[in-house]
């Protein structure tokens, strides 16, 4: 493995949480090459975590395979190997029926109540009337052994034989939006259809963030691709900037994700 400044690494991520998870990402490398491991499986990273992962992965010439590369997917985990594995031993998919009423927050908060670490559990997506909880090994076995549920209803958890991970599974709307200027709060104050005090009001007390991470200023510039996430509105991938109106105004198309 190439020598790398850890510290220097560390020193450049202001978000102490992703902090934290960094540098036991990189101790963990650092304890693979002491020890001669032939494989180190990370923890599921969320986006943010994942930006600064990609950053530091030019450091390590080790073999490596990111999964649940798609898009789509937002948590992802990468296993490092000095040779060949099988991701089911690794990997495990939890898979139920899905029921009335049940929600991504509802299945996750039943997962964490059991006392599981976030990190160790991926996406939670519903796909053909079926949800789909993918973790790393032992987890899902553990939650099986313990069961979920919801409403007072025990959900009929099986572990897949064969991990599922689909591509392009996500869903959105396509949306055409008009701002006055490209800054953060404009964008906001049309994807949630309320006013200019309203949406700097949703920025100021945290509601609302920016690829990921929570951005509080309200001229902060919008670019293509960005995604935008307002609490209790949704998500959005800003597509791209369509040109302008008779007034200057900006034509951006958004899509809006409904999963």
Known sequence: MKSFDKFKILDNINNIEVKKTI????????SMEKSYKDIFVSNFFTPLEFEYVKRVLKNFDLNYDIIFSDEDFERKF?????EDYILDDYLETLRFKDISGIEHRNILGSILHLGISREKIGEI??????WYVYCLKPI???IFSNG???SRQ???LEILNENFIPTSFKKYEDEK???SSLRLDCFVKELARTSRELSQKFIKNGNVKLNYEEC???DKKINENDIISIRGEGKFKVDCLGGFTKKNKYVVNVKRYSI
């Not at 540098?23 to 650092?30: A, C, M, Q, R």
């Not at 990468?78 to 000095?82: H, K, L």
């Not at 997506?125 to 079926?130: A, E, L």
Request: net charge neutral; proline share 0%; aromatic share 20%.
């Open 216 to 218: 509080k200023d309200f």
């Open 177 to 179: 939006i008009i701002v």
């Open 125 to 130: 997506i519903k796909i053909d009337g079926y």
């Open 148 to 150: 979920l549920e919801f």
């Open 154 to 156: 025990d959900l009929k």
């Open 78 to 82: 990468i296993i490092f190997y000095r």
């Open 140 to 142: 899902g076995t553990f």
């Open 23 to 30: 540098n036991k990402f990189l101790d963990g490398l650092v």
